[in-house]
């Protein structure tokens, strides 16, 4: 996959939710970042750093105070073409109960492509092909509010699937799923962004991205380090100072450089730290 | 001792179609000044469970004792059962209700009955307990506040009726690191200053680890396990079977002692980790 | 209590009830519903509650089901009932103290009772198995049918959908909230009228809270997945009138009129 070609672009990109009568009040202050084609990306930050809402402006769900945020050539405040941008670069919420709109399942999944004056026969194939992408199809005609958390989310994915977007933004929606419901996401995340989709997740457990291509660090509307996991993970001082943290084995090979032991730098996971200490020994 | 469930046993509708068995013969005894923690999955039963220990639920069969009074005696009023116990449920902060954080951190000990006098005394003590400024805050309206100090003022207005046993569910969930760690560490300081026995509900092995004197593990309506953090996790094995995850750490002792190393696989924080592995591997 | 409410509770099941147009059961139901009001005598309330009997039957949907709508507004029912059996002046036929039942009191409790009961059970029966998208789509075609309500049809339509899958959302949002302040000390079933009235206040403004939270992020989310209105929109489940339809008006019309015929009965 072609990752070097960019997909959304931000220029300088500043939000303030009351530009009258506080403009120094910044959301997002004086932001510039890249999405590339085929990616995934991991935006990370402490609450109220400003995540949710640079996420609404990849979209134009929020348009900039200042600055621009090109999706290919469409400027987002180009509100003629709002639907080509919404289309391709579609989101996933936080609250699996607050953006559905049906009570059952195959309606809620419906809900997009039937807004984008899909024909009928095309979106009952759209369903049961995003249906079996999220591994629900067994879920077609049950009620929404019968199902857990993580299957709500699931569904939530079949919905903008059927739209058929590029890109994907995932705006804190493992926050408030089970660890099961979190992984199972997480592993559609991935299995999408195989076949070709581009994925901007935005999070603050760490342990959920270390296998992503890049990370943003968000800290009070400003992007403050940017890299590859391993790059990020082992600054550690930074980390904390934003409230954030490292995942338990990266905390756990720093305990151990501490006292003494040469553990190679791009040890992420627990395999590799086993595998650095047997070669140790 | 504190806490005594005796044959615990909870049935939803029972005798229709909709019969749910939710939790099934719990027995347990929690001493006054412990910190326990409460795992397992969604629909495992632990938050059935301790709706029994404040009488939002009642029993389908069995006791719960509290300070040696049965809570579902006849004589018992919920304001009894309410003035020793207090449960925080998950997103707390969806309780608040009153126009400044004064007021509202009063409702509990105003429906207690107390006075002006007692009920100004306990609301400064608990919001400066949860960590906030009380003069700073008192007459601002809740709503205005950031997450995480709403989520603090919610814990407040529990822990201003004064509870010898509180019950957090999730206490920190969709808080960033750092909040974590700070509600972690107010509730173990209420813990250990204060002397309150706290029972934490939480999915997360690793706060468990850190900060529980004692777990309890639910699966399938039944209290599978409860013992020390070191006992419950040295049966990692079981835990995976339930599909519920060691700490990371200690699944790289295990790691490390199925590669034929000689290692002690008990530690279960990453600061045990890295002594028992410091021990072992530096010369 | 908020669990009984049945209706708008869709309860899928493959009856040939289930597979009408939703138009049909909308337009069956409020035609139903106006000779409910036409009835003069106990026949006419016989006839309409066989008919309805026999379409329960047809729906496949267990009787106790329905009934248990029926619990939430045993209050209201009860109370008009007294009021009616009370408060009708006329002929008295029995009396205790201030108290006295009328001739044209009885009868009035009698015919609001079964007004009411029948009216209810119709409703919930035509909810319960029209899926909400159908109901929904159905009411958003039969507005358009009417002048003035015509332009507002789509968005009429779309609030009622967005009402109806909130309702489970909600009750189980109110329950949550009323547990965490009964752990508060909050105290809901003693008192007086007013003392009762003012303990719902910490469930009431943070169910409204939470209730404007949902809306504003549902809005979002709805505008994320490109939701303009009715314009350009297509449906997964179009509406259609099949045979059975045309069956189903005929079968109608010829209850109605049933039902109608029973006025010139004598009553006993």
């Not at chain 1, 402490?46 to 290919?72: A, M």
């Not at chain 2, 002006?116 to 306990?122: G, M, R, S, V």
């Not at chain 2, 309150?196 to 900060?211: G, K, P, T």
């Not at chain 3, 547990?179 to 303990?199: H, M, P, T, V, Y």
Request: hydrophobic residues 45%; aromatic residues 8%; proline residues 4%.
């Amino acid at each position: 996959m072609d990752t070097n070609k960019t997909f959304i672009k931000l220029e300088n990109v500043s939000y303030m939710y009351d530009p009258e009568e506080h403009p120094d009040v910044k959301a997002i202050d004086g932001v510039s970042l890249t999405v590339n084609e085929g990616e995934f990306l991991a935006i990370v930050g402490p609450n109220g750093s400003g995540k949710s809402t640079l996420s609404k402006l990849f979209n134009g769900l929020l348009t900039p105070t200042e600055g621009d945020v090109w999706v290919y050539d469409i400027n987002t405040k180009d509100d003629d073409h709002i639907t080509d941008i919404r289309r391709n670069v579609a989101m996933v919420f936080q609250n699996p109960d607050n953006q559905m709109v049906a009570t059952i399942v195959e309606d809620d999944v419906a809900f997009g492509a039937e807004n984008l004056g899909i024909e009928p026969a095309e979106i009952r194939k759209r369903i049961d092909e995003s249906l079996e992408a999220v591994s629900m199809s067994a879920y077609a005609q049950r009620k929404l509010h019968q199902l857990s958390g993580g299957q709500k989310q699931r569904i939530a994915i079949a919905g903008v699937l059927a739209m058929k977007p590029r890109c994907i933004i995932f705006d804190e929606s493992t926050a408030m799923l089970d660890p099961a419901g979190r992984e199972d996401i997480i592993e559609i995340m991935h299995q999408l962004n195989r076949e070709g989709v581009t994925i901007v997740f935005i999070t603050h457990y760490m342990e959920e991205i270390t296998d992503v291509d890049r990370i943003v660090i968000l800290e009070k509307g400003k992007v403050i380090a940017e890299g590859v996991p391993i790059d990020i993970f082992n600054q550690v001082n930074m980390l904390h100072r934003a409230r954030l943290d490292t995942p338990e084995i990266v905390w756990l090979c720093s305990l151990l450089r501490k006292g003494g032991l040469d553990i190679p730098a791009e040890t992420l996971t627990g395999e590799q730290l086993v595998e650095a200490l047997c070669r140790l020994k | 001792m504190s806490i005594e469930v005796k044959g615990l046993t909870h049935i939803y509708s029972e005798g229709t179609v909709f019969e749910h068995i939710a939790i099934e013969d719990v027995n347990f005894t929690v001493g006054p000044h412990d910190f326990i923690g409460i795992i397992g999955h969604t629909g495992s039963g632990k938050s059935t469970m301790i709706q029994h220990i404040n009488r939002l639920l009642k029993p389908t069969r069995g006791t719960v004792v509290v300070n040696g009074i049965d809570i579902n005696g006849k004589d018992v009023t919920m304001r009894d059962i309410v003035k020793r116990v207090g449960i925080v449920f998950q997103y707390p902060e969806y309780q608040l209700f009153e126009e400044t954080v004064y007021k509202d951190v009063s409702y509990g000990p105003k429906n207690l009955g107390y006075d002006d006098e007692k009920t100004e005394f306990l609301v400064k003590q608990s919001i400066e307990t949860v960590g906030l400024d009380y003069e700073k805050v008192r007459d601002m309206s809740p709503f205005d506040l950031s997450g995480g100090q709403k989520r603090r003022v919610a814990i407040a207005g529990v822990v201003a009726m004064k509870p010898q046993i509180l019950i957090l569910d999730e206490p920190a969930s969709g808080l960033d690191p750092a909040g974590r760690r700070e509600i972690f560490r107010m509730i173990k300081t209420m813990n250990t200053d204060l002397g309150i026995c706290i029972l934490l509900v939480s999915h997360s092995m690793d706060d468990v680890a850190e900060y529980c004197d004692k777990v309890m593990v639910f699966s399938e309506g039944h209290m599978v396990r409860f013992g020390t953090p070191g006992e419950v996790f040295a049966d990692s094995e079981y835990l995976e079977s339930i599909s519920l995850e060691v700490p990371q750490s200690k699944q790289v002792l295990e790691m490390l002692k199925k590669r034929g190393i000689d290692i002690d696989t008990s530690p279960y924080t990453s600061g045990m980790v890295a002594e028992e592995i410091l021990r072992r591997f530096k010369k | 209590m908020i669990k009984d409410i049945t209706i708008g509770q869709y309860y899928p099941t493959d009856s040939v009830l289930h597979r009408l147009d939703a138009r049909t059961k909308l337009l069956s139901t409020l035609a139903y519903i106006i000779f409910l009001f036409l009835v003069k005598n106990v026949w006419g309330y016989l006839a309409a509650f066989v008919f309805l009997a026999v379409c329960m039957i047809l729906s496949k949907i267990p009787i106790g089901y329905v009934l248990r709508g029926l619990k939430a507004v045993v209050f209201i029912l009860c109370l008009t009932v007294l009021i009616n059996l009370f408060f009708t002046p006329g002929d008295v036929i029995w009396s205790y103290g201030v108290m006295k039942i009328t001739e044209q009191g009885a009868r009035m409790a009698f015919n609001v009772a079964f007004r009411l009961l029948l009216l209810i059970s119709a409703t919930s029966l035509m909810t319960l198995c029209t899926d909400t998208i159908s109901l929904t789509d159905g009411m958003e075609e039969l507005m358009r049918k009417v002048p003035l309500v015509r332009r507002y049809a789509h968005e009429l339509s779309m609030m009622m959908s967005i009402a109806l899958r909130f309702i489970p959302t909600l009750s189980d949002e109110t329950e949550r909230i009323m547990k965490a302040q009964k752990s508060r000390g909050a105290d809901f079933e003693s008192g007086n009228i007013i003392r009762r009235a003012k303990a719902l206040i910490p469930i009431l403004v943070p169910l409204f809270v939470s209730a404007f939270q949902r809306a504003s992020e549902l809005a979002m989310a709805m505008e994320a997945r490109c939701y303009r209105g009715a314009e350009g929109r297509t449906r997964l489940k179009e509406l259609h009138y099949s045979k059975a339809d045309i069956v189903a008006y005929c079968i109608v019309i010829l209850a109605l009129a049933g039902i109608w015929a029973t006025r010139y009965i004598p009553a006993p």
